[in-house]
């Protein structure tokens, strides 16, 4: 049992570039988040989704897109990259049922865009 | 919009210490709060998860209280070590957000031998 898997965990790219950080999981969860996280602002909700085939707009998510075409996975889009994109990401999963709020989280996707 | 906060931002402590992180939220609608712990460039574990009904939760030498009404939780860690060196996060989520978490900004723990 992995849990929530991230690739790749590095990335530098160059302003202007696109990209797409995958998640992974196999708890068969149906709930499943992006937050990205910068020096002394937390974690911030970018997109998230409630099921296979569904998609929502989170805190901040002018500059990505999302798709759940497959219920473990969940794919994160950079179209153009801008330097304000620079951050930690990470994917997180929990089940629908209302006795299991408990989020789970990847080990993160650490990017670089100059 | 709901706001949470952290204080302090930091804190180092001598090993064997009894320490408490604190954490407050601005909308006392929430339906449950959870804490993370985070080591350098890793994910979140969570530590604690306290529903809205609950006044505290424990885990081994962690426990966290909820006072929903005065907008505070506070993480007690007893008896801290230098394996408690860590960044600790506290997170709220609304009933009907499907589970969406707004953060703190955390703190810094350091515990010193």
């Known amino acids: 049992n992995a849990g929530v898997t991230q690739t790749p965990k590095f990335r530098v790219l160059k302003t202007g570039q696109s990209m797409t950080l995958l998640c992974a999981q196999d708890?068969?969860?149906?709930?499943m988040y992006w937050y990205r996280q910068d020096p002394g602002m937390g974690l911030r909700l970018i997109h998230y989704s409630v099921g296979e085939g569904t998609t929502a707009k989170g805190e901040v998510p002018d500059g990505y897109n999302v798709s759940r075409l497959k219920k473990q996975n969940f794919l994160l889009g950079l179209e153009s990259a801008a330097p304000s994109q620079t951050s930690v990401y990470f994917c997180?999963?929990?089940?629908?049922?209302?006795?299991?709020?408990?989020?789970?989280f990847g080990p993160g996707t650490r990017l670089t865009v100059t | 919009k709901q706001e949470v906060t952290q204080i302090p931002a930091a804190l180092s402590v001598p090993e064997g210490e009894n320490l408490v992180l604190n954490c407050s939220f601005t909308?006392?609608?929430?339906?449950?709060l959870q804490w993370f712990r985070q080591d350098p460039g890793k994910g979140l574990t969570s530590l604690l998860l306290i529903q809205s009904s609950q006044r505290e939760q424990t885990s081994g030498r962690l426990n966290a209280s909820l006072d929903k009404s005065s907008g505070r939780s506070t993480l007690y860690i007893a008896a801290s070590q230098p394996g408690d060196s860590a960044t600790y996060l506290c997170?709220?989520?609304?009933?009907?957000?499907?589970?969406?978490?707004?953060f703190g900004q955390g703190t810094i723990l350091t515990v010193h031998p």
């Open positions: 997170a709220v989520s609304r009933g009907t957000s499907y589970g969406k978490l707004t």
């Open positions: 708890m068969n969860h149906e709930y």
């Open positions: 997180a999963s929990r089940p629908r049922v209302e006795t299991s709020y408990e989020q789970y």
């Open positions: 909308d006392s609608a929430i339906y449950n």
